[in-house]
């Protein structure tokens, strides 16, 4: 079945890196997604992955995907204080529609 | 512009009440969705509209009535909504056929929907 798992909880210090990790069950996932989302907004795309490829690097980001374990991790480098966000993993799956298989979300908390 | 617009941002309605959320994007994409949002959870699909046709009901009760006017416009009506639909509805809209590979989504900031 499809499943896709975050930890719930980050706390870091301004200037540090952060590391959000996710892993998923299904292997026909096709595009692996990153969304960002701050307190009574909506959802912000920062970035994806298809699934054939190793890492992808957007600015302060860096997606890094283990096919073989499953595992999705999203970099950011220099967290600041903006970065304190819930941040979901997403996959789709080719022939499901469209429809996006959301993580639980991870709560970023940067601490100056 | 990567933008979707929804309205309301905020809506408070009795369980015997009509009305409607609405989204809007000009990005020209041929697909858009509805999520639905509680507090501290991820986002659950409920329908999904592909050049226009509905595509996807992910099993949502028929108080929840999805229409997609044109291209650009996905509009949710909602009839003796109950206390538990209280939620954060979000509308997002992709660019590729959904399914058939990258579901780019980019979504609205969503209407807070409260149920008295």
């Known amino acids: 079945g499809e499943d896709v798992e975050q930890s719930l909880f980050l706390s870091v210090r301004e200037g540090d890196s952060s590391v959000i990790n996710c892993t998923y069950t299904d292997s026909s996932s096709t595009y692996l997604y990153w969304y960002k989302q701050e307190p009574g907004a909506g959802l912000q795309l920062l970035t994806y992955i298809f699934s054939n490829m190793d890492m992808k690097q957007d600015q302060r980001l860096t997606v890094l995907l283990n096919k073989k374990d499953k595992h999705l991790s999203l970099r950011i480098a220099d967290t600041q204080t903006g970065d304190s966000a819930i941040y979901f993993c997403?996959?789709?799956?080719?022939?499901?529609?469209?429809?996006?298989?959301f993580g639980q979300g991870t709560e970023l908390s940067v601490k100056p | 512009d990567t933008e979707v617009t929804q309205t309301p941002k905020h809506l408070v309605m009795g369980m015997t009440n009509k009305k409607s959320l609405k989204c809007e994007q000009h990005?020209?994409?041929?697909?858009m969705y509805w999520y639905k949002q509680k507090a501290k959870k991820p986002p659950e699909l409920m329908f999904v509209?592909?050049?226009?046709?509905?595509?996807i009901n992910e099993s949502v009760p028929s108080r929840f009535s999805p229409e997609c006017p044109n291209s650009s416009l996905l509009n949710l009506h909602l009839h003796a909504l109950q206390p538990e639909d209280s939620a954060l509805y979000l509308c997002a809209s992709s660019q590729d056929d959904p399914g058939q590979g990258n579901t780019e989504a980019f979504f609205g900031q969503g209407t807070r929907l409260t149920v008295v």
């Open positions: 997403a996959e789709s799956i080719y022939n499901q529609g469209g429809k996006l298989i």
């Open positions: 990005m020209g994409h041929r697909a």
């Open positions: 509209y592909s050049y226009e046709k509905l595509s």
